[in-house]
């Protein structure tokens, strides 16, 4: 039987720290800041982060890749009695790939109000209608989650300026 895992609001934080620092990495990198964290029996067992830009590849979100590195470590496709944590709320992509491994529990920081799949544009995690629901904990360090995109974006938006200003040579 599929256990939903159980965190104090100390191991929370600290699972959703481990993620924002995923997301720093990702920020350094020129990716989209997003980090992800898989536990299991309070460990991590997995964690990564937005690869789409090195990697070329539509697919390369923070929590497909955390997903990956779990399936490898326990050998399965079967994440049952794990924990995602994941500073933005998943997409269509990755509510599927959360739902489709059996995660049971996912704790995430900014809502998408683009393209949220758990809360919203969707509740896909939670339908009914599917043969696995998963427990949502959304607004978990949701400011610095949301910050950090903030952040990035606004840099983006700088250097296009930038490149519009200065004259071509």
């Known amino acids: 039987m599929i256990q939903i895992p159980t965190f104090s609001d100390e191991q929370i934080d600290y699972f959703m720290q481990v993620a924002l620092n995923e997301a720093s990495i990702a920020f350094n990198e020129g990716e989209v800041p997003i980090g992800a964290v898989i536990v ?22 923070a929590e497909l890749m955390a ?10 496709w079967r994440l049952e009695n794990t924990a995602l944590f994941v500073t933005l709320e998943p997409c269509v992509m990755c509510a599927g790939a959360i739902i489709n491994s059996r995660i049971p529990a996912v704790y995430y920081g900014a809502d998408d109000v683009k393209g949220g799949a758990t809360r919203s544009l969707y509740r896909l995690l939670e339908d009914a209608r599917l043969n696995h629901r998963v427990a949502v904990h959304h ?9 950090l995109l903030k952040q990035f974006f606004a840099q983006i938006r700088l250097k296009r300026q930038e490149k519009k200003v200065l004259p071509n040579k």
């Open 139 to 147: 607004g978990i360090r949701s400011e610095d989650c949301g910050q």
């Open 40 to 61: 299991k029996n309070n460990q991590i067992i997995a964690k990564a982060h937005n690869h789409r830009e090195a990697e070329q590849l539509a697919t390369a979100h």
């Open 67 to 76: 997903i990956e590195k779990a399936n490898l470590k326990l050998k399965s």
